[in-house]
């Protein structure tokens, strides 16, 4: 009895997704390329807000404003290769003043999964 019933549990216990990649290695960053407020515009033609405050080291304050997740805040870990999590979405510095903020979508009718890129600009 004891088996099934662990098996049962094991099927039904969700695995913990990370909020940082295996291997992701973290270095100090410099708070510049970081710091401020980045614009977007979604696939809607929705506003996009990204705002990083306190860059210290490789920790920074971020919060996403968006039409169709709202407002999420999380304090982020940079790693050595330019990018963060934020909820389900991955930030990426691509270049001075450029970013990209990747959301993975999931229909909830079909379970199709689609990926929304929004490129971002650091407002001066």
Do not use: C, H
Not at 81 to 99: E, H, P, V
């Amino acid at each position: 009895m004891a088996d099934i019933m662990s098996i049962l549990q094991s099927a039904y216990a969700a695995a913990p997704q990370s909020l940082i990649a295996p291997g992701s290695k973290f270095a100090k960053v410099d708070p510049t390329k970081w710091q401020g407020t980045w614009t977007g515009t979604d696939d809607r033609k929705q506003p996009v807000t990204v705002s990083i405050t306190k860059v210290s080291g490789f920790r920074a304050n971020v919060t996403v404003t968006d039409a169709s997740e709202g407002l999420q805040s999380a304090r982020t870990f940079i790693t050595t290769n330019n990018t963060f999590r934020i909820a389900d979405s991955q930030f990426a510095l691509t270049g001075t003043g450029k970013a990209t903020l990747t959301t993975i979508v999931t229909d909830p009718t079909t379970g199709n999964q689609s990926r929304l890129t929004v490129p971002l600009t650091l407002k001066k």
